[in-house]
């Protein structure tokens, strides 16, 4: 019979301790090397007792000894170290092709479906899956300077760190192939667990990897597994995995890996609990040293970087472009709704035509996760158009970061947060996300972020006020909130940002709810009102309008903050009253009248305000007509002979729709004035000189006259900026009031009536309001 236990011989422990020394190592190291969970078995190795056979075998390999030649009476019947870890097999390419067949179908079961957020059904990985694109530079592993990063602006953040990135990125495929040790990193949602998957079926079906064997680990199960029987030993792990396919011999995964052609896909190291992640990445670490020429590839989230796996080479899941986009909501709509393919085609189309519209352009932002454009998909699909309540869209993202994402994987976190339900999490997100937002920082240093974090922890129940025990705490959450959630991620070493920029400006606008709300204080929204002209502060007003329970105060400030704008420049009084005068010819769209000559007036002689003038009124057609009339009648030298042609061409055009017969008989004076074009240039030139000039004011003043057409507004780069503002600022005010925010019907009727109005009439309205 085969003995079970071997031990060494007097010579042998002599022989054994010279290697030993060699090393230069303690037993412990060398327990770690064997995989050994106490250095009991090296204690009985070197003082000659009986150690389990292959134990002995380990340590002897592991100190380049010959077994033979170390124990007591070896066995006869014992193979050699080569022959007891390569057993006679079959051809090794025979080999592979065998055991791709008995697992074929463990593969396939394991890796060939997804579970989607929210779909009552496994979906098949080739219905859904899209190519992913990697990133070989990370952005979190350079080192820039805070100041090269604070002058940003929003679309420059998009760029930097979501959507448009402008460094080359490699097919996820193509990286595999090129780096044999590979860890992929990524952000929650971004796809790398699909990936992996993907790779399996692939190699499975023999269209990449065709040589090897495709080996799956979800490392939390492994962990899990081998905490409870308190032995970390990944290739006993996987072993087992091909005794469920009918491989019975450990020697056929030995041989694979001896000769390389094992792909194994470690997948969610960052999902192993921080008590087994040493011996987790240590199994990683010996298995990938000691059968190098296989393929190794680890997926585990960009904030758990700190894992150091040598030799390993590391890059970044890209977010998706646009073509991605467009591809997966392809898929989506066919494989994932109840019509047929033809319609499914015909959402997608629609998805993708209304998310590259302006107006979403805050879910644009998120599209770039595959996990966010999942769920866009499912709404859209649901309501055949995005959410009007986007903030009610972006809190149920946020519930998915937080904790339904790892709920719905089964993954259990290491909890720092001490009592921190879903409430208390985005209290502090919303105390963080306003406080850098309101100094306009989208990338905060990290020791900025930790002491928002450490003032929160303060004020909880039974918090500790010692500084250390704080600075530490502040720092485990910070961790916990990029690695478990994702939510605030290292953009460069040492500076931070959220992960999206629209999950900073809905925070922000969730903090001044909250403390309107609970607290009853005017003074957040007043805040918010000081920087109506701030364009950045835009989205923050729309969130914030659509989540107040009432919006009619915060919108009442509005009107307020705009009107004050222009209220001390009598210019700009002057003018508003000039407009509102000829918003009188419109009765039923008074505001809208006003909007139209505030913007002439603004930016004269553009062709978008014929296309306004024809919804609104007949009149205001004419008046854009003769406005861009002046302009075409413009002849800037005199050399400019061709332009008589087109002054005489406007002139026709207008008397075509001219019906007043006063402004249609000075309109044809004026064109009969014009020099006949087949006269020479010479007396072209002549009556530029000295009849243009009185020709040009003659035409002014004539729309004057007879449209109240003023051309005479010369404003000063000062007043067309604060116009700008004005403009913008009303509009902002209009989109607020069209956003189904909780707004009563007094309060609306009355901000609609009173837009653009000039600070007299304004009050004259409030007058008679107060008499009646």
């Not at 060398?30 to 000659?48: C, D, H, M, Y």
């Not at 952000?187 to 190699?203: D, M, R, Y």
Request: aromatic share 10%; proline share 4%.
């Amino acid at each position: 019979m085969v003995k079970r236990s071997l031990q060494a011989s007097l010579a042998g422990i002599e022989g054994a301790k010279k290697a030993f020394s060699h090393k230069g190592w303690t037993q412990e190291n060398l327990a770690f090397e064997v995989n050994l969970k106490t250095r009991q078995p090296i204690w009985r190795f070197f003082s000659g007792r009986p150690v389990e056979r292959h134990t002995f075998i380990e340590i002897c390999s592991v100190l380049s000894l010959n077994w033979r030649e170390i124990a007591t009476n070896p066995p006869a019947e014992f193979l050699s170290l080569e022959e007891y870890t390569q057993p006679p097999v079959l051809d090794i390419d025979t080999l592979v092709q065998q055991v791709r067949s008995q697992r074929f179908e463990k593969i396939q079961n394991q890796c060939g479906t997804l579970q989607l957020l929210d779909i009552s059904h496994p979906v098949r990985i080739d219905n859904i899956y899209i190519d992913v694109n990697i990133l070989e530079e990370i952005a979190s592993f350079q080192w820039l300077e805070f100041a090269d990063l604070q002058s940003l602006t929003s679309k420059e953040f998009d760029r930097f760190g979501l959507g448009e990135v402008s460094q080359t990125q490699m097919a996820g495929m193509r990286a595999v192939e090129t780096y044999s040790k590979l860890r992929v990193l990524g952000k929650p949602g971004v796809g790398k667990t699909t990936f992996l998957q993907h790779l399996a079926i692939e190699c499975n079906r023999g269209r990449f990897a065709a040589n090897r064997v495709a080996i799956f680990v979800t490392l939390r199960d492994f962990a899990d597994e081998s905490r409870q029987a308190g032995e970390f030993h990944l290739l006993n792990y996987i072993c087992k995995q091909f005794l469920t396919c009918g491989i019975t011999e450990a020697s056929v995964l030995e041989k694979l890996l001896c000769e390389g052609r094992v792909l194994l896909l470690l997948d969610g190291l960052d999902e192993v609990l921080e008590q087994s992640s040493k011996a987790v990445v240590n199994e990683i670490r010996r298995l990938s040293e000691k059968y190098e020429k296989n393929m190794f590839v680890v997926t585990c989230r960009t904030a758990a970087k700190a894992f150091n796996l040598r030799r390993f080479t590391d890059v970044e899941i890209a977010p998706f472009t646009s073509e991605q986009i467009v591809a997966f909501a392809q898929k989506w709509f066919t494989a994932l709704t109840k019509t047929n393919v033809q319609n499914g085609a015909k959402q997608a189309v629609q998805f993708i035509k209304k998310l590259d519209l302006p107006e979403n352009f805050q879910f644009r932002r998120l599209a770039v996760t595959p996990l966010f454009l999942h769920l866009a998909c499912w709404v859209f699909h649901h309501q055949n158009n995005f959410p009007t309540q986007k903030a009610a869209f972006y809190k149920q993202c946020l519930d998915l970061l937080l904790h339904k994402w790892d709920e719905t994987k089964g993954i259990e976190r290491d909890e720092v947060y001490q009592g921190f339900l879903f409430p208390q999490k985005l209290k502090l997100l919303s105390q963080v996300a306003s406080a850098t937002f309101e100094q306009g920082n989208y990338f905060f240093e990290q020791h900025i972020v930790e002491q928002y974090i450490s003032d929160h922890i303060r004020d909880l129940p039974n918090a500790s006020t010692e500084p250390e025990e704080l600075q530490l705490d502040s720092e485990g959450v910070l961790n916990a909130i990029e690695l478990q959630h994702g939510l605030l991620t290292e953009r460069v070493r040492g500076i931070f940002s959220f992960s999206y920029l629209t999950f900073q400006e809905y925070l922000t606008a969730r903090k001044i709810v909250a403390s309107h709300n609970l607290q009853a204080l005017e003074q957040p929204l007043e805040r918010l009102v000081s920087h109506i002209t701030e364009p950045r502060w835009r989205e923050i007003f729309l969130l914030t309008v659509a989540m107040l329970r009432s919006a009619d105060f915060l919108l009442e400030l509005m009107k307020q903050q705009i009107d004050a704008l222009v209220s001390a420049d009598p210019y700009l009084q002057k003018f508003l009253t000039w407009a509102s005068q000829k918003s009188l010819i419109a009765p039923p769209q008074p505001a809208a009248i006003r909007a139209f000559y505030l913007a002439l007036a603004r930016t004269p002689h553009l062709t978008p305000h014929f296309a306004l003038a024809c919804i609104l009124d007949q009149g205001i057609f004419l008046d854009a007509a003769l406005d861009n009339l002046v302009m075409e009648c413009t002849i800037e030298c005199k050399s400019n002979f061709a332009d008589v042609h087109t002054c005489d061409n406007a002139l026709s055009n207008a008397l075509a729709i001219v019906v007043d017969p006063g402004l249609h008989q000075a309109l044809q004076q004026l064109k009969d004035l014009l020099p006949d074009p087949q006269q020479s240039r010479e007396r072209f030139q002549a009556w530029w000189q000295t009849s243009y000039p009185a020709w040009m004011e003659r035409l002014k003043a004539m729309l004057t006259k007879h449209r109240n057409i003023q051309h005479h507004w010369h404003f000063s780069p000062e007043q067309q900026q604060v116009l700008q503002q004005y403009y913008d600022a009303n509009q902002l005010l209009i989109d607020c009031l069209n956003s189904n925010c909780q707004v009563t019907d007094i309060v609306r009727q009355k901000i609609e009536a009173s837009l653009l109005l000039p600070i007299k009439e304004l009050s004259e309205r409030e007058w008679q309001g107060a008499g009646n």
